[in-house]
């Protein structure tokens, strides 16, 4: 079982920024895909930022222009660099290993609220 943990989240202004981190313990990091998900109360999750092991990314349509996806392999980390923050952007972001649709290990998740 892959564990992972996030840390990073926080209050922030609205139009601030937070770098987000992922922490992965996997023999086999650097050939799997890793993504960030969010679910804001009442919300389904959804997928935010994506990176493969060829380092192809993508995003959600809301966040393209200001959420920068990375990884490193060496140190087992995906980060999710997040600017230009907006109350809409306020939820619990999940870090997760696998595929983009059907995830196969979650992070326990790490909360970011953005005041307006």
């Known amino acids: 079982q892959v564990q992972l943990v996030e840390s990073g989240g926080g209050l922030v202004q609205a139009g601030g920024s937070l770098r987000l981190s992922c922490a992965a313990s996997e023999s086999f990091f650097s050939i799997n895909a890793m993504a960030w998900y969010r679910q804001a109360p009442g919300k389904q999750r959804e997928l935010v930022a994506g990176i493969t092991s060829t380092y192809s990314t993508n995003y959600a349509d809301s966040v393209k222009g200001r959420f920068t996806i990375s990884r490193d392999n060496a140190k087992k980390m995906v980060y999710l660099q997040m600017n230009k923050l907006k109350p809409e952007d306020a939820a619990v972001y999940y870090c997760?290993?696998?595929?983009?649709?059907?995830?196969?290990?979650w992070g326990q998740g790490t909360q970011v609220t953005v005041s307006s």
């Open positions: 997760a290993s696998g595929p983009f649709n059907s995830p196969r290990s």
